[in-house]
């Protein structure tokens, strides 16, 4: 297991952009695919972006068009750029890694990821 602590939420007025950071600490050898999810209160986990091992990437339709997943494997950095803010944007968003062998960049469920971030809170208004 990794552990993955996020950053670079904030307030941001419609339109404007913001870029999520998530630094993972541990052996992730055996982590098999990072993504991006969010959630607001009384709603369930939404995944937003994919990226596997190899680089390859997937994003949901809330991802798609606007939000950029990025990996840097030096440093350990799992980055989303987001674009084009809207108020629906509004939540916290988490970091997530799995472990599981049979993830890959479409696994944009919440139960194919074994270790989780505190959440960063995203605020658009």
């Known amino acids: 297991h990794v552990q993955l602590v996020e950053s670079g939420g904030g307030s941001v007025q419609a339109g404007g952009s913001l870029n999520l950071s998530c630094v993972v600490f541990?052996?992730?050898?055996?982590?098999?695919?990072f993504g991006w999810f969010r959630q607001v209160p009384d709603r369930a986990r939404e995944g937003l972006a994919a990226?596997?091992?190899?680089?390859?990437?997937n994003y949901a339709d809330a991802g798609r068009g606007r939000f950029t997943i990025s990996r840097d494997v030096t440093f350990n950095i799992l980055t989303l750029q987001m674009n084009s803010l809207k108020v629906e944007d509004t939540a916290m968003y988490y970091c997530?890694?799995?472990?599981?062998?049979?993830?890959?960049?479409?696994?944009?469920?919440?139960?194919?990821?074994?270790?989780w971030g505190q959440g960063t809170q995203v605020t658009v208004s």
């Open positions: 997530a890694a799995s472990s599981r062998s049979w993830a890959t960049m479409t696994s944009l469920g919440p139960s194919a990821y074994t270790d």
């Open positions: 541990g052996d992730t050898t055996k982590t098999t695919v």
């Open positions: 990226i596997d091992r190899d680089g390859m990437i």
